[in-house]
């Protein structure tokens, strides 16, 4: 599990789709109307369910939404499959959490920082500095090409924004961060697996950890 595991390097491959709820959700129902991920891989990819435009593209996508949703585990597809617009978002963008540490760990660390600090503005100049700062430990986001740089910024901040943690200002390089609501299903699913994953959606340190907020 990667929060609790320093030595495993960051997944930077989550650009091949943003947040994507109702995808997910199809690629949810497929699972589990079939028990066998390769089952619904192939159903998915032979009815064309994720209304691709070519076959590439559907195999890209079919790719990154199985990934994510495989470290899920089975309340947390079932949610997924069969709750409401709010809980399927939540549940997304916690399989992008536990498929991706960088982006766990920006959600954690970076926007839960600035939060505590009574800054809940995210701005151009915060993002790059951490960053930079994680390249010093990760020599992979070093190497990024300009353009792969530019990708991920922009996935993670669209994704960030669907998910509900961030929302545009007025002049879209500034973004206000705000801790999402969490319905009681989504909270039991998650701590039924793991509380630490409740960081992910901004919850400070004492509630993670079980406190009552004061």
């Given at each position: ?56 593209s559907a195999v890209r996508l079919e790719r990154e939404l199985r990934q994510r949703l ?38 954690a660390e970076a926007l839960r920082d600035k939060l505590v600090a009574h800054d809940p ?72 697996d793991n509380r630490h994953w409740l960081a992910g959606f901004l919850v400070p340190d ?9």
């Open positions: 599990m990667h929060p609790s595991d320093p030595t495993i390097d960051y997944n930077l491959s989550f650009t091949a789709a943003s947040l994507r709820p109702e995808l997910a959700r199809i690629v949810a129902e497929c699972f589990l109307a079939r028990g066998d991920w390769a089952l619904a891989k192939e159903h998915i990819l032979s009815t064309n369910a994720l209304q691709c435009r070519s076959t590439s495989e470290t899920l585990t089975r309340d947390q597809i079932v949610l997924l499959a069969e709750a409401t617009v709010e809980d399927r978002t939540a549940i997304a963008w916690l399989s992008i959490c536990k498929h991706s540490r960088f982006v766990f760990e920006f959600a503005t995210l701005r151009p100049s915060d993002y790059e500095s951490y960053v930079e700062n994680k390249s010093l430990a990760h020599p992979g986001l070093a190497r990024l090409t300009p353009s792969s740089k530019t990708k991920i910024r922009r996935v993670l901040l669209t994704m960030l924004t669907e998910a509900g943690l961030l929302v545009s200002g007025p002049t879209g390089s500034t973004r206000a961060i705000q801790r999402p609501a969490l319905s009681p299903a989504v909270v039991r699913v998650i701590t039924s004492a509630e993670v950890a079980g406190q009552s907020p004061p």
